[in-house]
């Protein structure tokens, strides 16, 4: 059993059964043995590898991007770029790299910023980013940012934000709780919290019993923050993540540990936690702020901003080996069968300001 497991079974032995969100943030921030407070979790020694950590094409494509969003937006100085949970730091090191060849005048006058709450992951996030001139500062929320328009990315941010689960119990939803069974094991049960009816999915009514169903409250309020913050000073922004394009029914809480998934109660603390995003609702909040927003696939979006093109110009002076790996890398990003399809996109850009790939209205 792990630390943090024997706490959580302590915690409902004193004061009862836990819901689903409680749980996830114990598991990935608790300040003692949470997920992100203690362990490496990224790259091949690690749980996962995230598309930054594939190939520098991904950060590549990101900053022209987020240059065009700049540029369409007057070229605002000053200026800050932020990362929002930049994890070892790879993404924004391949964006200053590509920033400062389009533009140095920009990356010697922005400000650029790492959005972070781990203090193990921001000494990790420095030391990657240790020779870049770029001036970086590093914040726990978006409040400290300065006050100046706004351009901000984020790769699987919203996927480990914690989510709360409801599931059909009789006439109506139940919330998921987590509580002790007679050996004084984790299991899930329906506690005696409701849902709001219209907080569910339009094919709800129909769903069988024990099905479940997912509702994001802290995702919701993180998206409002970040898009009131660029109704309010202008900007940009661009999050990438594994999720659906249109709500539906079902139970998508997993765990991944060393690479594979396993039961979400077994190991607290130690497996990385996430639920896929809903995007629909992201994109109702964006818009309910006045700005516009734009889905797509990463897959379609990389191969859009020009992936193959650089894959070309990479393997060009490349010898076969590494004119193979650079193809994986295109397939693993972009492939249908890999992070293409999975994984989607979020531009969130003021009314009426087009940035290709995405048209002026969506």
Request: overall charge negative; some cysteine.
């Amino acid at each position: 059993m792990t630390r943090l497991k024997a706490r959580i079974v302590e915690l409902i032995g004193a004061a009862g059964p836990i819901p689903v969100n409680q749980y996830m943030a114990l598991c990935l921030f608790d300040p003692r043995d949470g997920y992100y407070t203690t362990r490496e979790p990224f790259g091949a020694a690690g749980d996962f590898v995230t598309a930054p950590e594939i190939s520098q094409m991904f950060g590549e494509l990101v900053a022209v991007w987020l240059y065009e969003a700049w540029l369409a937006n007057g070229r605002p100085m000053p200026v800050t770029i932020a990362e929002i949970g930049p994890g070892r730091g790879t993404l924004m090191k391949d964006m200053l790299r590509t920033l400062s060849r389009l533009d140095p005048a920009l990356t010697a006058g922005a400000s650029f910023a790492m959005i972070e709450t781990s203090p193990r992951l921001a000494d990790v996030q420095r030391q990657t980013l240790a020779a870049t001139p770029a001036t970086i500062g590093w914040h726990e929320s978006i409040a400290t940012l300065p006050q100046t328009p706004l351009f901000i990315v984020g790769n699987e941010l919203f996927d480990a934000v914690p989510i709360r689960q409801f599931v059909r119990a009789g006439t109506g939803w139940r919330e998921r709780m987590i509580g002790l069974d007679d050996a004084d094991e984790l299991h899930f049960f329906a506690g005696a919290g409701s849902v709001d009816p219209t907080l569910l999915p339009d094919d709800a009514e129909n769903a069988p019993q024990g099905a479940i169903v997912e509702v994001a409250p802290a995702r919701a309020a993180l998206m409002a923050t970040i898009a009131e913050r660029l109704a309010r000073l202008g900007g940009a922004g661009l999050f990438l993540d594994y999720g659906y394009l249109r709500p539906g029914i079902g139970d998508t809480l997993q765990a991944l540990r060393k690479h594979d998934h396993e039961d979400v109660l077994a190991n607290p603390g130690e497996a990385d936690l996430t639920a896929h995003v809903d995007f629909a609702a992201l994109t109702a909040i964006v818009r309910a702020h006045g700005l516009d927003a734009h889905l797509s696939t990463q897959g379609e979006f990389l191969v859009e901003m020009g992936l193959l093109e650089r894959a070309g110009q990479l393997g060009a002076k490349a010898n076969e080996a590494a004119r193979e790996k650079i193809a994986g890398e295109v397939e693993r990003l972009a492939g249908p069968q890999a992070m293409g399809d999975l994984f989607k996109v979020l531009a969130v850009l003021p009314t009426g300001i087009a940035v290709p790939p995405f048209p002026t209205a969506d």
